[in-house]
T-cell receptor, first 111, second 114 residues
Framework: KNEVEQSPQNLTAQEGEFITINCSYSVGISALHWLQQHPGGGIVSLFMLSSGKKKHGRLIATINIQEKHSSLHITASHPRDSAVYICAVRGSGGSNYKLTFGKGTLLTVNP | ETGVTQTPRHLVMGMTNKKSLKCEQHLGHNAMYWYKQSAKKPLELMFVYNFKEQTENNSVPSRFSPECPNSSHLFLHLHTLQPEDSALYLC?????????????FGPGTRLTVT
C-alpha cells in the first residue's frame, strides 16, 4: 500500500463543475504539495501547505493534519484544467527534502 | 517555463546503446534531483545532489550513472538498459535541501528502450 493515496484515479467533469480531488497519507509529514502535470510531462507546483487552507485563483487546497487528509478543489472548472494532479508529502525527519508521491488523478474537463 | 530544461525530450535507444540525459537549471539552485515516472506508478526519487555532492542514491541499478559537474547541470548516463527502464525521467531543482524549499521540475525526457 502506497504511503500516499489519491482518489479518484480518474475524474471526468463538464466545464463549470466544482472539482474535488482527495489525498490521504499514512506518515508524519512536514508539508504537503499539490502538483499539476500536463500531457507532455512537465510538472508545476500548485501549492505547498502544512496547515489550514490556501487559495490561488480558482484553486483551493486544504489540509487536516490530524486526519492526515488533504483536498484540492477547482471551482468553475475549464477544459484547460485537464491534467494529472499529484499529491506529494514531505517527511518530517532528517531527510525532509524527500517527497513521496501519490499515483495522481487524471482530470478531464469537457467543454 | 520553470527554469529547468531537459534534453533530449524524447529518446529511443536499444539495450546495448549508451546515451546521456541532460538537465540544466537557470535558477541559481544548489540541489538537483533525478526522478523516474513509470506508467501507473508514482514518481520515484533516483538521485539527489547538493552542491555537486551526491546525497542520495535510492538503490538505483548501476546501469544508471549520474554526474553533477556543477550546481547548474546534472546528467544521467545510461548504458545496457532494459525495456522496463522505459519511462519519463524528470529532473528537478531546489534552492537547497530542506523542507521549506520547493522543487521545480523540468519537462522530462521520455525514454523508450527497445
Amino acid at each position: 500500500k502506497n504511503e500516499v493515496e489519491q482518489s479518484p484515479q480518474n475524474l471526468t467533469a463538464q466545464e463549470g463543475e466544482f472539482i474535488t480531488i482527495n489525498c490521504s497519507y499514512s506518515v508524519g509529514i512536514s508539508a504537503l504539495h499539490w502538483l499539476q502535470q500536463h500531457p507532455g510531462g512537465g510538472i508545476v507546483s500548485l501549492f505547498m501547505l502544512s496547515s489550514g487552507k490556501k487559495k490561488h485563483g480558482r484553486l483551493i487546497a486544504t489540509i487536516n493534519i490530524q486526519e492526515k487528509h488533504s483536498s484540492l478543489h477547482i471551482t468553475a472548472s475549464h477544459p484547460r484544467d485537464s491534467a494529472v494532479y499529484i499529491c506529494a508529502v514531505r517527511g518530517s525527519g532528517g531527510s525532509n527534502y524527500k517527497l513521496t508521491f501519490g499515483k495522481g488523478t487524471l482530470l478531464t474537463v469537457n467543454p | 517555463e520553470t527554469g529547468v530544461t531537459q534534453t533530449p525530450r524524447h529518446l529511443v535507444m536499444g539495450m546495448t546503446n549508451k546515451k546521456s540525459l541532460k538537465c540544466e537549471q537557470h535558477l541559481g539552485h544548489n540541489a538537483m534531483y533525478w526522478y523516474k515516472q513509470s506508467a501507473k506508478k508514482p514518481l520515484e526519487l533516483m538521485f539527489v545532489y547538493n552542491f555537486k555532492e551526491q546525497t542520495e542514491n535510492n538503490s538505483v541499478p548501476s546501469r544508471f550513472s549520474p554526474e553533477c559537474p556543477n550546481s547548474s547541470h546534472l546528467f544521467l548516463h545510461l548504458h545496457t538498459l532494459q525495456p522496463e527502464d522505459s519511462a519519463l525521467y524528470l529532473c528537478a531543482s531546489s534552492q537547497d535541501l530542506g523542507r521549506q524549499f520547493e522543487q521545480y521540475f523540468g519537462p522530462g525526457t521520455r525514454l523508450t528502450v527497445t
